[in-house]
């Protein structure tokens, strides 16, 4: 593979606007398998009924299983290995797509289905609610297909906002084993996410992003530590972690190009910071 400075970004195509819902074409269509890694600026949910494969999300690999729904977060880096007589939907939307109450009262879609903190990207239907999932998802489709004018968007934005809304339900669970309720905690949580994913190449202090909250820093590391298990600094250290390791990867930049990409002035500081967590240098582990 080629590296070049940037990792490729896969947009929605223009005919397909701000949202998609589709088959999955692998056996049709090879470049759909084998592909390079690359992210997308949009999100994507994969819907397996059947079959098997493998895919890689941010370097880890999963198997695909039935019954299972994968997230996929705008700006992750993915790549689909193999897919063996797959059958399930893609679904593809950006952020703009959703109706503007999701992002007032459900905005926590972002926190718990697609972030660049977590590592959850997996998540199993439970048998007792397939038949209503798949009752939704042929309903989104058949809306998608028929593709009559606004009031056909309309319908689209709130059938995906239900989707969202179940798979939050279910992936609560997952996470805390708890009830669904959208908790003050969980907003500014949220609102710490979307923050911490447009500065961090800049904003490395917990402190910064609890004042733009108008919270302690000790409060949020705590509502950090209750919602996903780890302090807020933690959480931003695995995001710098994260694109470094991306950005090693994918990318010919040199080590001092990426540690003043990542917002370190002191290149050997961040080769320390990365050492401490890998216990391998950032060239090491570019070489390797």
């Given amino acids: 593979m080629t590296k070049s400075t940037t990792l490729p970004t896969q947009p929605l195509a223009e005919t397909e606007r701000d949202f998609l819902i589709r088959p999955f074409i692998i056996e049709t269509d090879p470049q759909e398998t084998h ?7 949009f999100q994507e949910i994969l819907w397996v009924r059947s079959g098997q494969g493998k895919h890689v999300i941010d370097g880890h690999a999963l198997t695909i299983q039935p019954h299972t729904c994968y997230l996929i977060a705008k700006g992750q880096v993915h790549q689909l290995i193999t897919g063996i007589n797959l059958d399930g939907l893609v679904i ?24 660049n903190v977590t590592i959850n990207h997996t998540l199993p239907i439970p048998p007792e609610a397939l038949s209503n999932f798949e009752a939704l998802l042929n309903l989104l489709l058949a809306e998608f297909v028929a593709g009559n004018g606004r009031s056909n968007q309309e319908v689209l934005r709130h059938l995906l906002t239900v989707l969202l809304v179940k798979l939050g339900q279910v992936q609560q669970e997952v996470i805390r084993g708890g009830g669904t309720a959208v908790s003050p905690e969980a907003q500014l949580f949220h609102a710490f996410t ?40 933690h959480l931003i250290e695995d995001r710098l972690l994260l694109e470094a390791k991306r950005l090693l990867t994918f990318t010919n930049l040199s080590v001092k190009e990426i540690a003043h990409k990542l917002g370190y002035k002191d290149p050997s500081h961040f080769s320390k910071i990365f050492k401490k967590k890998t216990q391998t240098t950032p060239q090491s582990y570019k070489t390797n």
């Avoid at 592909?35 to 600026?41: D, S, T, Y």
């Avoid at 950006?94 to 926590?108: C, I, K, V």
């Avoid at 923050?195 to 590391?221: C, F, G, K």
């Fill in 194 to 233: 979307l923050l911490l994913e447009d500065q961090y190449p800049q904003n490395h202090a917990v402190q910064n992003y609890a004042r733009q909250l108008n919270i302690t820093p000790r409060q949020l590391s705590d509502i950090s530590s209750q919602l996903v298990g780890r302090k807020a600094k």
């Fill in 92 to 115: 593809r939307f950006t952020d703009a797509f959703l109706p503007n109450f999701l992002s007032e009262e459900m905005g926590h879609y972002q926190t718990v289905l697609f972030n």
């Fill in 35 to 41: 592909e390079q890694p690359h992210r997308h600026n």
